[in-house]
């Protein structure tokens, strides 16, 4: 929802948001909320006429405010510093960042979660600080396999592959077929993420023991993972190196590569181009591509999102305002056209959802996020989010990690322990 827009959808439906009561209570109160800009504009549309419709039934003056990337982050950090609105977006692990400055919401996430069949354990992992919640995860852009079954097919690989071992010959072979497989270990913000973090998690390494302090990186399980990266970068193009979150979606768009770990704007970009401007370039990929769920590993299958949050402030003069929204947006009413119209680019991390065919695209090749939906995981694993995780995340430690084993310019051993050095350098700088 923090992210750029891009063209809007053809045909996406329109909502109309769901009646609230108990107008009286907030009548001739002001409400301010701070959004950002959804990547599928109609679902911006439907957040307005929400908001339009929450003052109309209570009689409270609410208004919703926009900006893009790195305008709200700023909006953001000038709100908790001096005030000006009641409610905002926030981003991954902000929660426990700015906790003291959020409002204790557990009551609303509780009759959500009663409502819905449950959080997913990343939300609460997400919002939950000291016991209380001071957010609510609104949703989480789950990044998939992009792949192109046409180069698999005839490089001789029939599926998808379903575990690391297998995902590694296929890249063997599509590296001799010329269409090689590309991964990211380049200081990209979001794709470094996504693409590097699953690994790890999926040998069985892991950042940190459950006390969230005691740097955990060294292990044979972490020593795995970054031999089999070792291996795997032998039959990729070695431009991966420098890649930033653009450069792995213009590969796959140019044929460059067979497959890549993206959101479904690679796909929904090149389909929406096909469509509305007769792009037969972008046609001719979004018809041959499909996206695929993570291999599994030793110790299973994890992923990586990014995550966007509602949070109220603690000094909003009205904190019933800012709860009638959250519960108006959370409402079925709403939240299911709303999730419905975003075509699976963000979702929310509920449990119950999955169970409700209306809230999902009816593309097939959108059909593997109901899944992609349930494994992410955030960094700092296993222990909660912390500054010294996100200090560790921001040097972008994991990637070099596999990229300076993956070229050569460290041994994998030498590799890990520079790695849990950095680590151990970001835990005592953050306390």
Known sequence: MACQSAAPSAGAPTTAAPGTTGASPLKGTKLTIIGGNSYVPAQDGQVDALVNQLS???????????????????????VIESGGADVAVLRDTDPHLYA???????????????????????????????????ALMLGQAPAAWNWRPDFFTAAGVAKFPDTFAELLTAAQKLQ?????????????????????????????????????????????????????????????????????????NQAFLTEQCSA?????????????????????DKKKVADAMDHANWPAGPAGRFAN????????????????????????????????PWTKTGRSYFIPNFKGLDAIPEAWPD????????????????????????????????????????????????????????????????AAKTG
């Open 56 to 78: 109309q039934d209570t009689g409270m003056d609410a208004k919703i405010e926009r900006f893009a990337d790195a305008q709200m982050d700023a909006k953001v950090a000038a």
């Open 100 to 134: 003291n400055k959020l409002l204790d919401v557990t009551d609303v996430a509780n009759e959500l979660d009663a409502t819905w069949g449950g959080w997913f354990d990343v939300a609460k992992q997400a919002s939950i600080v000291d016991g209380k919640w001071k």
């Open 176 to 248: 001799a077929y010329g269409k090689p497989i590309g991964m990211s270990l380049g200081h990209a913000p979001g794709d470094g993420k996504s693409t590097n973090f699953p690994v790890l998690w999926a040998f069985g390494g892991k950042e940190f023991e459950v006390d969230g302090k005691t740097v955990a990186l060294s292990s044979p399980e972490t020593l795995d993972s970054i031999k089999w990266y070792s291996e795997m970068y032998k039959y990729m193009d070695p431009a991966v190196l420098g890649w930033l979150d653009p450069d792995n």
């Open 260 to 280: 890549t770990v993206n959101v479904n704007t690679i796909y929904l970009g090149a389909r929406d181009a096909a469509d509305q401007k007769g792009d037969v």
């Open 305 to 336: 999102y990014n995550i966007n949050l509602w949070a109220a402030f603690a000094d909003s003069p009205n904190p019933e305002g800012a709860k009638a929204f959250l519960r108006a947006f959370f409402d079925k009413k709403f939240l299911v």
């Open 363 to 426: 593309d097939p090749k959108l059909k593997i996020f109901r899944e992609l939906n349930k494994i992410n995981r955030l960094p700092g694993y296993a222990g909660p989010p912390s500054a010294a995780a996100t200090d560790a995340v921001n040097k972008f430690v994991l990637v070099d990690m596999f990229a300076n084993a993956a070229t050569g310019k460290m041994k994998p051993e030498e590799a890990m322990a520079w790695a849990t050095d950095q680590y151990k350098q970001s």
